[in-house]
């Protein structure tokens, strides 16, 4: 059913252009807003603890923008096959810092490039694949079977090569060993045995795959996000940190550090528009054990 309304909904989106499809979907993530009463409050009550010096207009405003930003991307997804290819990708994108990581990818020597849900994060692997690079996403795929196989079919129109999730590990080493680029969103609750590192203040438990294969293979991680100008599609790349090995070479507890630095890489890139950001995500759901112990 689900599925249905999907493909219902995109027969009237391709009625109109992206543009108006776009303030569609921002009166939509506003009404998210009003009546999603659960997320609204787990997103007001992350900026507050995020945010404790801004006002509560301030934390208002970010969280209603941060759910049009959400049902935007739903939009972007559906329409990015209709819209981008390889002749026009400059019409809708632009790159900062981004000169590095392409000679990077281009060696392929290994390299893990890691973002957050932020903004038109979807956007990244389909340009990069859309650029030929030998780049895979790792994915968790969506609960709903029949929508899950249509986007997945949607990313690989282009080239995009996606990893499943689950099982992802033995595969991820050999992978990055042949000279391949590795996605991920890396921003995810990892449990209880995850890595607590600092994230806005607080600790936030963080998956150690990302730091432990960077550290055994001996390659870089370079941090960026997509980030959107004003209500259009149109995405500003940015890369705003690479770490290399000689970094942590002298570290005493390598794996920490680098889970750390590119947490807060990709701290600070929210931090510039934290209104792009998926406040509803339960980021701080579980704690450190002395914070249980506490309790």
């Known amino acids: ?50 945010f404790p010096e801004k006002s509560e207009e301030w934390i208002w405003r970010t969280g209603q923008r941060s759910f049009e930003h959400l049902v935007m991307l739903t939009v972007d997804i559906l329409f990015t096959p209709r819209l981008v290819n390889k002749y026009n990708w400059r019409c809708y994108s632009r790159y900062v810092n981004a000169e590095r990581i392409k000679w990077l990818i281009h060696e392929e020597r290994g390299l893990l490039l ?21 780049i895979y996403s790792i994915a968790r795929p969506l609960d709903n079977k029949y929508i899950n196989k ?19 590990a033995g595969i991820m080493e050999k992978l990055v060993a042949d000279g391949s680029t590795l996605c991920f969103i890396a921003d995810q609750d990892a449990g209880r045995k995850g890595i ?34 004003g209500n259009r599609f149109f995405f500003e790349m940015r890369v705003n940190r690479i770490i290399f090995p000689e970094e942590w070479a002298d570290k ?28 509803l995500h339960r980021r701080w759901k579980h704690r450190p054990r002395d914070e249980r112990e506490k309790t």
Not at 155 to 162: D, F, P
């Open 1 to 50: 059913m689900a599925y249905l309304v999907l493909r219902i909904f995109m027969v009237f989106l391709n009625l109109f252009d992206i543009e108006t499809n776009l303030g569609t979907a921002c009166f939509l993530g506003r009404s998210l807003w009003k009546h999603y009463h659960r997320g609204r409050q787990r997103a007001l009550d992350n900026l507050r603890a995020s």
């Open 252 to 279: 005493d507890d390598p794996l920490r550090w680098v889970t750390a630095e590119y947490t807060k890489a990709i701290e600070d890139f929210i931090r510039e528009d934290p209104s792009q950001y998926w406040w």
């Open 150 to 168: 249509y986007l997945y079919g949607v990313r690989r129109r282009v080239g995009q090569k996606i990893i499943d999730k689950k099982g992802a």
């Open 114 to 134: 890691v973002t957050a849900h932020y903004a038109n994060f979807e956007i990244i692997g389909y340009l990069f694949s859309l650029f030929g690079f030998n």
């Open 196 to 229: 607590f590192v600092d994230f806005f203040g607080r600790k936030a438990s963080t998956y150690k795959s990302i730091g432990l294969l960077a550290l055994t293979q001996n390659i870089p991680i370079g941090v960026g996000c997509s980030r959107r100008v």
